[in-house]
């Protein structure tokens, strides 16, 4: 079945550093998604990616797709301790109608 | 307001007990999810629908019960429950035309 894999696991970061997380799938993809979870709290949907190769902007953090849609990253720039949390990737295949999750990055940012 | 709630937040029962854990959505989205995730693990999923009375297997199925009888209610029962379904729940939407979920608060189950 679809794998969707997630790169680095664990992130330790000094504020101010940047963060980069890599998700990659076994299969082409027709959309990815990608959440935030906060400690203790529950994904939130952050944004999703539907074109070969697009780039999306959210203040600090930058989405891209890959242009064989088999991959996909999220950069952060110049991180803060809001950033705390785990990302996940989600990539959805076109009829599927649900998505599969990576195992998520987990971001810690020294102050 | 709008949204997704899931009851109860909070449950500790017992080896063996049935117990239903209730997800209710005001978006009428058509699909909904269940997902467990342990402890320090990611999100795996357990069940989904597509739509009322239409309900289909994920990763984790085995010793999960759903149903799906309104669009809105998406009820998750664990026919007899075991130590190792102690987890934290997470039920979400999605409208289906788009695969972005929305996930609840989540029920942090504690089997003994």
């Known amino acids: 079945g679809q794998q969707v894999m997630q790169i680095p696991q664990y992130q330790h970061v000094q504020e101010g550093e940047d963060f980069t997380t890599y998700c990659n799938s076994s299969?082409?993809?027709?959309?990815i998604q990608w959440y935030k979870q906060r400690p203790g709290g529950h994904p939130v949907f952050l944004i999703q990616l539907v074109k070969s190769g697009e780039v999306k902007k959210q203040k600090r953090l930058t989405f891209q797709f890959g242009e064989a849609k088999k991959n996909s990253s999220l950069h952060i720039t110049a991180t803060q301790t809001t950033d705390v949390g785990t990302y996940f990737c989600a990539g959805g295949v076109v009829g599927a109608g649900k998505s599969t999750f990576g195992d998520g990055t987990t971001l810690t940012v020294k102050p | 307001d709008a949204g997704i709630t899931q009851s109860p937040r909070y449950k500790i029962t017992e080896t063996g007990r049935q117990v239903t854990l209730m997800c209710h959505q005001t978006w009428s989205h058509s699909y909904m999810f269940w997902y467990r995730q342990d402890l320090g693990h990611g999100l795996r999923l357990i069940y989904y629908?597509?739509?009322?009375?239409?309900?289909d297997k994920g990763e984790v199925p085995d010793g999960y019960v759903v149903s799906r009888s309104k669009t809105e209610n998406f009820p998750l029962t664990l026919e007899s429950a075991t130590r190792s379904q102690t987890s934290v729940y997470f039920c979400?939407?999605?409208?289906?035309?788009?695969?972005?979920?929305?996930f609840g608060p989540g029920t942090r189950l504690t089997v003994t």
């Open positions: 629908s597509a739509a009322a009375d239409i309900t």
């Open positions: 979400a939407s999605s409208p289906g035309w788009s695969y972005e979920q929305y």
């Open positions: 299969t082409t993809l027709s959309n």
